[in-house]
T-cell receptor
Framework: AQSVAQPEDQVNVAEGNPLTVKCTYS??????LFWYVQYPNRGLQFLLK??????LVKGSYGFEAEFNKSQTSFHLKKPSALVSDSALYFC?????????????FGGGTRVLVKP | DADVTQTPRNRITKTGKRIMLECSQT?????MYWYRQDPGLGLRLIYY???????NKGEISDGYSVSRQAQAKFSLSLESAIPNQTALYFC???????????????FGPGTRLTVL
């Protein structure tokens, strides 16, 4: 069975500083990997995904993530954080060979960007 | 995503009551999902449906049932609600076209359910 770990419950960063949200995964075979963001009182919004190809994936709002197969990681990054990036971030995985795309989510990391 | 709507947005009920949460989508997707969100646990899959006649249990289906009334509608029922079903419930949709670009799931705004 697949699993996702987000080791930090919360990440605090000052506005303008780099932001990193960590994610490691376990899955049989090759993975599809996703990042979603949840703003207060809103549903999850898709940020980016890794399917194949270039290990560095660029997504919405200036976010990017790097797929590292040897470390089974898919960390989310943003070079310069904004206060408006404060939200709950979820990493998710599904096996590429799965029949359908049933996602397994991590527990979430709350990001707080201070002015 | 405004194309996926959930009703009600908030609901408070009592132990033992039957509750139905509804989800509608205008994205034309054939796959629909119900998740619950609990603090620190992320989202866990309750049920999923790949088309109107294909409904499957997720990892935490006990105490829940679903109905896929049409391609665009997918309802979740709690036959006899209990307090540990207090959670935030999300509906999601995706497209079955088998290309990676369409694996993305699109989520509704959520229903906050409290069972007293």
């Amino acid at each position: 069975a697949q699993s996702v770990a987000q080791p930090e419950d919360q990440v605090n960063v000052a506005e303008g500083n780099p932001l990193t949200v960590k994610c490691t995964y376990s899955v049989s075979g090759n993975p599809y990997l996703f990042w979603y963001v949840q703003y207060p009182n809103r549903g999850l919004q898709f940020l980016l995904k890794y399917i194949t190809g270039d290990n560095l994936v660029k997504g919405s709002y200036g976010f990017e993530a790097e797929f590292n197969k040897s470390q089974t990681s898919f960390h989310l990054k943003k070079p310069s954080a904004l206060v408006s990036d404060s939200a709950l971030y979820f990493c998710a995985v599904t096996p590429r060979a799965a029949a359908g795309n049933k996602l397994t989510f991590g527990g979430g990391t709350r990001v707080l960007v201070k002015p | 995503d405004a194309d996926v709507t959930q009703t009600p947005r908030n609901r408070i009920t009592k132990t033992g009551k039957r509750i139905m949460l509804e989800c509608s989508q205008t994205k034309g997707h054939d796959r629909m999902y119900w998740y619950r969100q609990d603090p620190g646990l992320g989202l866990r899959l309750i049920y999923y449906s790949f088309d109107v006649k294909d409904i499957n249990k997720g990892e935490i289906s006990d105490g829940y049932s679903v109905s896929r009334q049409a391609q665009a509608k997918f309802s979740l029922s709690l036959e006899s609600a209990i307090p540990n079903q207090t959670a935030l419930y999300f509906c999601a949709t995706s497209d079955s076209t088998p290309t990676p670009a369409t694996d993305t799931q699109y989520f509704g705004p959520g229903t906050r359910l409290t069972v007293l």
